[in-house]
């Protein structure tokens, strides 16, 4: 089975900084990539996916990019709003497979 | 108004069985696949299963196949969980998710399972 990887595992950053969250698949997966987000004590929500296509009022400040095994979720100012657990999911095929999450923090 | 009502949650012996069921109202629940996913307490996300719209098309996490059955009722709108042989590591939040229109585009809020003795 294809293993989810992301780096950093936690990151704490100044409101309106740039922050950048990696996933690596250890095969390819095209772009079928998705990102989610879940604040603290909340349900997760749908931000990205097909690696780059952000869900429907989703902020133009939170993009994604990659393909193959490489994909990278950016968000381009830190908002305070913006504190949650980042997860990637590769779903090309079963198993579909969450990464271990990215914990974002404001410094 | 788009919704997913977990239910079926509770403490049970390890060893023991449970059903989950979610029940879906707001839109076409037959047209859409449907995933059951699980986070441990302080843990990450954990998918657990899927099914295709149809019931055609059924897969599992290695960690509980053998053990948990998906399956899905059209007619009444709702997609559930046969959880068998529980292990404490199966001890999460467990969360229905629909690939409306995007995958696992929409989550109910959730139901409790708890494996302890």
């Known amino acids: 089975d294809i293993q989810m990887t992301q780096s950093p595992s936690s990151l704490s950053a100044s409101v309106g900084d740039g922050v950048t969250i990696t996933c690596r698949a250890s095969q390819g997966i095209g772009n079928y990539l998705a990102w989610y987000q879940q604040k603290p004590g909340k349900v997760p929500e749908l931000l990205i996916y097909?690696?780059?296509t952000l869900q429907s009022g989703v902020p133009s400040r939170f993009s994604g990019s990659g393909s193959g095994t490489d994909f990278t979720l950016t968000i381009s100012s830190l908002q305070p709003e913006d504190v949650a657990t980042y997860y990637c999911?590769?779903?090309?095929?079963?198993?579909?497979?969450f990464g271990p999450g990215t914990k974002v923090d404001i410094k | 108004e788009l919704q997913l009502v977990e239910s079926g949650g509770g403490l049970v012996q390890p060893g023991g069985s449970l059903r989950l069921s979610c029940t879906a109202s707001g839109f076409t629940f037959s047209t859409y696949s449907m995933n059951w996913v699980r986070q441990a307490p302080r843990k990450g996300l954990e998918w657990v299963s899927y099914i295709g719209p149809s019931s055609g098309s059924i897969h599992y996490a290695d960690s509980v196949k053998g053990r948990f059955t998906t399956s899905r009722d059209n007619a009444k709108n709702s997609l559930y969980l046969q959880m068998n042989s529980l292990r404490d590591e199966d001890t999460a939040v467990y969360y229905c998710?629909?690939?409306?229109?995007?995958?696992?585009?929409?989550w109910g809020h959730g139901t409790l399972v708890t494996v302890s003795s």
């Open positions: 998710a629909t690939d409306l229109p995007n995958p696992m585009g929409f």
């Open positions: 999911l590769k779903y090309n095929s079963a198993p579909r497979t």
């Open positions: 097909t690696t780059s």
